[in-house]
């Protein structure tokens, strides 16, 4: 694990942008797997400001999203579909064939979420995989209790994501209750994982998953198993940390290390 600390939201979504741009450049047709939220919105515009200026190239990427609502269309503007349009897809070259992301309004679940597996395995699974975190310790839309071998399914959200994602919505009751979502253990096989935190509401929960026991209770404490996870936060949401000055002692030290400055 790598626990990367920047001075601000702007300077963590820049670093954790170069990571995936590394990886686009070094793969022409790279699988990346994709998050929302709010968190991940600064890196795609970074990556879109790569892409016109850079001539960043995504039109041999393939792409996986984690997760989406049940019961939302594709139009529907709190929709991880759309969201996906907005934020990235309409502003560089992917090819809309090569955007893969789970379907809220499927009539047969279980056959879909064995198809997007199934999907992934055959583009040769994830490069890089791009996560945020609830605040109770969530990846994707594995709540507490997920079990950490999970694979894609559908899942009943938890209130306090119910109650963090209302702010998106009219009301809270307008939240849906189910989500469609790539499991833990689909997550794990990612060959890197790239988790961005950023605020002091997230200190508890990036403690948690750094620093406590591995455990179904918090889903983001599985990273401490896989190989390759960086998690790019910022002061605030390292704030709980209590290895913190280690963790900058590597950063400053790591030879070719993404650097606050
Ligand atoms: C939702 C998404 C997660 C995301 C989380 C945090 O629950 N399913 O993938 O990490 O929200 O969102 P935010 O970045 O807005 O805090």
């Not at 490069?127 to 071998?149: K, R, T, W, Y």
Request: aromatic share 8%; hydrophobic share 40%; with cysteine.
């Amino acid at each position: 694990m790598q626990v990367l600390i920047y001075p601000s939201y702007e300077a963590l979504s820049v670093a954790a942008a170069e990571v995936i741009a590394e990886v686009v450049a070094t793969k022409p047709d790279a699988v990346l797997g994709l998050a929302t939220g709010s968190t991940p919105r600064a890196l795609y515009k970074e990556l879109i400001r790569m892409h016109k200026d850079e001539g960043l190239d995504f039109s041999h990427v393939r792409t996986f999203n984690l997760d989406e609502y049940v019961g939302l269309t594709a139009e529907h503007d709190q929709s991880y579909h759309y969201f996906m349009h907005e934020n990235l897809f309409k502003h560089i070259n992917v090819n809309p064939q090569n955007i893969h992301i789970p379907s809220g309004t499927t009539h047969n679940y279980p056959a879909f979420c064995q198809w997007y597996e199934d999907r992934i395995e055959e583009c040769g699974g994830i490069d890089v995989q791009l996560l945020g975190i609830g605040s109770d310790g969530h990846i994707a839309f594995n709540e507490p209790g997920s079990s950490l071998g999970s694979r894609t399914r559908i899942k009943t959200l938890a209130e306090q994501t119910i109650d963090d994602n209302a702010r998106f919505f009219k009301s809270k009751d307008d939240v849906p209750i189910y989500a469609i979502t790539m499991g833990v253990g689909t997550i794990l096989e990612a060959d890197k994982l790239v988790l961005l935190a950023s605020g002091d509401g997230k200190a508890k929960a990036i403690a948690d998953a750094i620093e406590g026991p591995i455990s179904a209770m918090c889903t983001a404490s599985s990273l401490q198993l896989h190989p390759d996870s960086l998690f790019f936060i910022d002061g605030a949401a390292a704030g709980n940390l209590e290895m913190r000055s280690y963790y900058e002692w590597i950063q400053a030290k790591m030879p070719g290390a993404p650097h606050p400055d």
